[in-house]
């Protein structure tokens, strides 16, 4: 059984800053693309960012320059850095592990910017 727990979310500012935190435990050989995406109200769950085992990162245009993915391969977590939020950021952020078969999802953590 493999679990994703996610942590960081809540409200904040427009202009802010939130680090949001995936854990992934369970039954696991190796990870390969770990990922966030997110999910606001009405809309398409979107990918925000993601990054390969290697070490190779890729962002959604919306938050390049904002927003930075890392992860730490011994503890099998994945973090994102949200700098400069903005209101239109507010969603579910769900984090995304790929074990080289069906993908993993978390539960999701909401993220609201608002003053």
């Known amino acids: 059984q493999v679990q994703l727990v996610e942590s960081g979310g809540g409200l904040v500012q427009p202009g802010g800053s939130l680090r949001l935190s995936c854990a992934v435990s369970g039954s696991i050989f190796s990870i390969d693309t770990m990922g966030w995406y997110r999910q606001a109200p009405g809309k398409q769950r979107e990918l925000v960012a993601g990054i390969r085992s290697g070490g190779s990162i890729y962002y959604a245009d919306f938050v390049k320059g904002r927003f930075t993915i890392s992860r730490d391969n011994a503890k099998n977590t994945v973090y994102m850095q949200m700098n400069s939020l903005k209101p239109e950021d507010t969603a579910v952020y769900y984090c995304?592990?790929?074990?080289?078969?069906?993908?993993?999802w978390g539960q999701g953590t909401q993220v609201t910017v608002s003053s």
């Open positions: 995304n592990a790929d074990l080289g078969g069906p993908d993993y």
